[in-house]
């Protein structure tokens, strides 16, 4: 300890003296005197942490701990007390009641509880009425030219596809299905059109096949009218009558082979239905014989595979 600490401190060193040993060991030497903390402030607080455990190891816990239940003991006591004023004073100011009212209670309760039950039943019948009533009753044509007029897109769902499209790429091409449809301002002009719809969502469907619908809706946005490999042409011929589309409104890239692979198609039909026809009206004549049903058996074995599993078989062997 410099003489510049004692100064500051007088009498510093000599508390921790008498607290430790006071001889000149290193087991005696208090540790805020070693060489490793510098400075009088660093010493202070490790004497005031000194102090404070000490303070703690001096505590008589368990007499604090019975003042602390014998405090927790007066609060309960004087806690019940007041709940007994409490409904002391409630009874006191709790008015006579006469014998019978419990049972007018009881007859009252009933009266309401059944009046309550039947009033629920009868809005629940009436609000459930009046829906399904406004379910069957369509919407005028008002609110239908309302509605076209608050919404400028629509939902087209076509067998379970849905796309969303605006009403004018329709209104040009007003004798189509859907250009009519754009003109629709009554519930039976649109379902004439249409196979269902939903003001509410904005909705109207078409039970066709979605596959062709692409093509279809191509012609109202860019005006033009095409046809992929992949539709069978007679399929899209009669989805283009359903739409009320003529066929001739196909781009030139299209026509020929549109109408080529019909007219092949129509073709192969015909050829396929006479040859049909040619062989239910051949009828095969093996007599009355003996072998004549063992002749038979073997011409259909070998002669028509569709008619046994056998056939089928002998006539993949040959």
Known sequence: MTSEDASENPGYM???????????????????????FQGMTQRKKNYEIYKFLKTQMNRNLPLEITKLREHEARLIKQASQMNINIIRDKDEEKPDIPDNISNIEDSISLQSSDYSEAEVIKTEEDSARSQDSCEDVPPDAETISKHRSDNPKAFINVGGVVHEVMWKIFEPKSRTRLGRLSHARSHEDIMNLVDSYSLEENEYYFDRDPGTFNCVLNY???????????????????????????????????????????????????????????????????????????????????????SSPTAKVMSLIS
């Open 14 to 36: 000599s508390q921790f003296e008498v607290l430790f040993n006071g001889n000149n060991t290193d087991e005696g030497i208090p540790p805020w005197t070693m060489q490793s």
């Open 220 to 306: 109202y946005r860019v005006g033009k009218l095409h046809i992929i490999d992949e539709i069978c042409p007679l399929d899209f011929a009669e989805d283009l009558k359903f739409w009320m589309i003529d066929d001739s409104f196909l781009e030139f890239c299209c026509q020929g082979k549109f109408h080529d692979r019909k007219d092949f198609i129509h073709a192969e039909i015909a050829k396929q239905r006479n040859a049909l026809e040619e062989k239910e009206e051949e009828v095969e004549d093996f007599g009355t014989g003996f072998f004549a049903p063992y002749q038979r058996a073997l011409w259909d074995l070998f002669e028509k595979p569709q």
